[in-house]
């Protein structure tokens, strides 16, 4: 049987299928935290984390929101939580 993923890999793998996986598909913070009912600034911390861990890429829209995305290296940690 599987055991339950931590919770920072749930966000990763939420990034991941929203197929935020390039700059002109990425997500918002507050997205990622409505679909996990958490609070926008717990999911941005944890995905500024994963950034300096080269996992994730954010960038500030039009409307100066951050914006997040997976790097290759977060597709294939998000792939490898599955094998």
Partial sequence: MRE???F??????????????????????????RILQKDSSEIETILDKYKSEGFAENFYDN????????TGKGIIKVCSIFT
């Fill in 4 to 6: 339950e993923l931590p």
């Fill in 8 to 33: 920072p890999d749930k966000v990763l793998q939420t990034l991941h299928n929203l197929c935020a996986t390039a700059a002109d598909l990425a997500r918002r913070g507050e997205e990622v935290a």
């Fill in 63 to 70: 409307e100066g929101k951050k914006r997040y995305y997976l």
